[in-house]
């Protein structure tokens, strides 16, 4: 056991103590109380269990980056694994109500919280699931269990960094010497000079990608908005715009920017809020005095669905906690605003290029950009170019496919049918 591991596992069982004596605050005590929980979605012992096909994110955009792998019974037939065979897990407490709409969906052996950092509970863990392969979904690396993982015989690994930088010293010291594999996001990204010997490397793409454009077929499929009974369906006779995974920080901004435009031209914009966190009563508190005519629905799970047929959408994060997710939105096809901070999104950059996504830092810039909206024609040259970028998106299915073929490649020696 490394000296990170023996840390790792000391500070989470310091802040168990705490909690028993102390009661942590906030989210902090709720994730604590998440991780301990495990055990309460555990199958049925029993004495072989199959071997499984571990997923694992740190929160819900992670693993809906590689939910079009393991939502399709057609892709999982693909490889060497069933359906049942499948373990999702998360380290979020945000990842909850995922987690649990994953378990409604699906016939997998466990789906729930990552085990603590303690040894026993992973040890535990790893018996009672036999994971023959690990696939990581951007950078989570909980140092203890990972080591212990790892230390499985036979054991493989693909990991699938958000970014060609992703992950840094903490990376190549757990990974390396390991059996793992590396799915790059980007044709001409590398990471292998960082290990000694060299990690094998191949191209998946974007994999959320995937999992976005299927539902939102699905979402065309029906007539009815996602947001309609919540009275949030997008007007036509407003200026319609989404503010979607939102922070105090983002309200704030766009309170003041709404405070630039005359009272008429306020009037022609319809407003509806999706908030990040939407079982913090106290941050859904702070948007709603930030942006009293603002209607906000603090549901999850339908931020993708509900972007459909608005004019506009702001994705949040772009301040201080770090810009969401802005493919589910540009794909569309609709102008995509943001904070100025983009850089936790590699698609940002991408997304610039084409013309879809503006990031503003002046509430005056964004009110001009606003009033710019509010002129018909100014408004269709901008969806014109958002659609343009959505087919761009479209033509760059695949990612899917391309994770299959690397599970199904993986040498992990007979599984028992």
Same mark, same amino acid.
């Given at each position: 056991?490394?000296?990170?591991?023996?840390?790792?596992?000391?500070?989470?069982?310091?802040?168990?103590?705490?909690?028993?004596?102390?009661?942590l605050?906030?989210?902090?005590?709720?994730?604590?109380?998440?991780?301990?929980?495990?055990?309460?979605?555990?199958?049925?012992?029993?004495a072989?269990?199959?071997?499984?096909?571990?997923?694992?994110?740190?929160?819900v955009?992670?693993?809906?980056?590689?939910?079009?792998?393991?939502?399709?019974?057609d892709?999982?037939a693909?490889?060497?694994?069933?359906?049942?065979?499948?373990?999702?897990?998360?380290?979020?407490?945000s990842?909850?109500?995922?987690?649990e709409?994953?378990?409604?969906?699906?016939?997998?052996r466990?789906?729930?919280?990552?085990?603590?950092?303690k040894?026993?509970?992973?040890?535990?863990?790893?018996?009672?699931?036999?994971?023959?392969?690990l696939?990581?979904?951007?950078t989570?690396?909980?140092?203890?269990?990972?080591?212990?993982?790892l230390?499985?015989?036979g054991?493989?690994?693909?990991?699938?960094?958000?970014?060609?930088?992703?992950?840094?010293?903490?990376a190549?010291?757990?990974?390396?010497?390991?059996? %793992?594999?590396?799915?790059?996001?980007?044709?001409?990204?590398?990471?292998?000079?960082?290990?000694r010997?060299?990690?094998?490397?191949?191209?998946?793409g974007?994999?959320?990608?995937?999992?976005?454009?299927?539902?939102?077929?699905?979402?065309r499929?029906?007539?009815?908005h996602?947001?309609?009974?919540?009275?949030?369906?997008?007007?036509?006779?407003?200026?319609?715009?989404?503010?979607?995974?939102?922070?105090?920080?983002?309200?704030?901004?766009l309170?003041r920017?709404?405070?630039?435009?005359?009272?008429?031209?306020?009037?022609?914009?319809?407003v509806?809020?999706l908030?990040?966190?939407?079982?913090?009563s106290?941050?859904?508190?702070?948007?709603?005095?930030?942006?009293?005519?603002?209607?906000?629905?603090?549901?999850?799970?339908?931020?993708?669905e509900?972007?459909r047929n608005?004019?506009?959408?702001w994705v949040?994060?772009?301040?201080?906690?770090?810009?969401?997710?802005?493919?589910?939105?540009?794909?569309?096809g609709?102008? %995509?605003?943001?904070?100025p901070?983009?850089?936790?999104?590699?698609?940002?950059?991408?997304?610039?290029?084409?013309g879809?996504?503006?990031?503003?830092?002046?509430?005056?810039?964004f009110?001009?950009?606003?009033r710019?909206?509010?002129?018909?024609?100014?408004?269709?040259?901008?969806?014109?170019?958002?659609?343009?970028?959505?087919?761009?998106?479209?033509?760059?299915?695949?990612?899917?496919?391309r994770l299959?073929?690397?599970?199904?490649?993986?040498?992990?020696?007979?599984?028992?049918?």
């Amino acid at each position: 056991m490394t000296i990170l591991g023996q840390t790792s596992e000391i500070l989470y069982r310091a802040l168990e103590l705490t909690d028993q004596w102390l009661a942590l605050p906030g989210k902090l005590g709720r994730s604590l109380e998440f991780r301990m929980n495990w055990r309460s979605f555990l199958p049925p012992a029993h004495a072989q269990p199959r071997p499984t096909l571990w997923f694992h994110g740190a929160s819900v955009g992670e693993l809906e980056d590689v939910a079009a792998f393991f939502s399709s019974p057609d892709l999982v037939a693909r490889t060497s694994f069933r359906p049942d065979d499948l373990v999702l897990t998360a380290s979020s407490v945000s990842a909850s109500a995922a987690l649990e709409s994953f378990r409604a969906k699906l016939p997998a052996r466990y789906i729930g919280p990552l085990p603590p950092e303690k040894l026993s509970d992973i040890r535990e863990f790893l018996a009672r699931l036999n994971p023959a392969l690990l696939v990581m979904s951007h950078t989570d690396f909980w140092p203890r269990l990972l080591e212990r993982t790892l230390q499985e015989p036979g054991l493989r690994m693909i990991w699938l960094p958000n970014r060609s930088e992703s992950g840094g010293r903490l990376a190549t010291r757990l990974l390396q010497g390991k059996a %793992v594999t590396i799915g790059l996001k980007n044709e001409g990204d590398t990471l292998s000079h960082r290990f000694r010997p060299p990690l094998p490397e191949k191209f998946t793409g974007n994999l959320r990608l995937d999992r976005i454009l299927r539902r939102i077929e699905l979402a065309r499929s029906t007539s009815e908005h996602v947001l309609e009974r919540h009275g949030g369906e997008p007007r036509k006779s407003h200026l319609a715009l989404i503010i979607g995974s939102a922070w105090p920080e983002d309200a704030e901004f766009l309170a003041r920017s709404f405070e630039l435009l005359a009272p008429e031209e306020r009037a022609r914009l319809q407003v509806v809020l999706l908030p990040h966190e939407t079982k913090d009563s106290y941050l859904i508190g702070q948007l709603k005095s930030l942006l009293p005519e603002t209607r906000i629905v603090a549901v999850q799970g339908i931020l993708l669905e509900a972007y459909r047929n608005f004019d506009f959408a702001w994705v949040g994060g772009g301040f201080k906690t770090g810009l969401h997710n802005l493919l589910e939105a540009a794909a569309w096809g609709i102008p %995509v605003f943001c904070g100025p901070d983009v850089r936790k999104q590699t698609d940002a950059r991408h997304l610039q290029r084409l013309g879809v996504v503006e990031p503003f830092s002046q509430p005056e810039a964004f009110a001009e950009r606003l009033r710019g909206g509010l002129d018909p024609l100014l408004r269709a040259q901008s969806r014109e170019r958002a659609a343009r970028a959505a087919s761009s998106l479209e033509a760059s299915r695949g990612a899917s496919l391309r994770l299959t073929e690397m599970i199904a490649c993986q040498e992990i020696g007979s599984l028992k049918s």
